[in-house]
């Protein structure tokens, strides 16, 4: 089997130049994009924000399965029926579990840990919870089963985001 050379003086076409584009002798088109977007949280997410803003902690409620489950949601994914109703529960909760971290989410080593845990929302169903920081004085003393209490930024301060709720801290027995 031969192979053969390809001759460019055969191929079909024009070579355009600059000049080409400047003068219109070939049409084209030029376009600078923005795009502008906004994002949709969506109604369960959005109510949950919307309280947060206003310092509350909402939660919706099953009816059929009896649950009430924080962070929100549009249908109960046990019994796949849409949430019955909407709710505000306590700003208090347990720790489910949680890490002690020496180095930040972009790898620099601090003193104090951060300790994001999750926190288990009293007037919630068992099991549901969020994820959370926690701050203490000591954290080797801490332990899952403690209780704890959002601590809220001001009400000027808040936007409607977790972050309205700085941390939480432990409820002294």
Not at 42 to 67: D, E, H, N, P, S
């Amino acid at each position: 089997m031969q192979s053969k050379t390809l001759d460019v003086s055969q191929l079909l076409g024009t070579n355009l130049r600059g000049r080409d584009f400047r003068t219109g002798a070939v049409f084209f088109e030029s376009d600078k994009r923005k795009f502008d977007y906004a994002w949709d949280t969506g109604k369960a997410i959005g109510t949950f924000l919307g309280g947060l803003k206003k310092g509350k902690v909402m939660a919706t409620y099953c009816k059929q399965c009896k649950r009430t489950l924080v962070p929100p949601r549009m249908f109960c994914e046990h019994c796949f029926r849409d949430i019955d109703s909407r709710t505000t529960i306590k700003d208090t909760g347990t720790i489910e579990t949680f890490s002690v971290c020496f180095v930040t989410w972009n790898m620099k080593r601090v003193k104090n840990p951060q300790i994001p845990a999750v926190i288990s929302i009293d007037g919630a169903t068992p099991g549901y919870g969020f994820l959370h920081l926690v701050k203490c004085k000591d954290w080797k003393s801490l332990k899952i089963g403690q209780k704890v209490k959002a601590v809220w930024k001001p009400a000027a301060q808040r936007k409607g985001a977790i972050t309205d709720i700085r941390h939480f801290a432990l409820i002294e027995d």
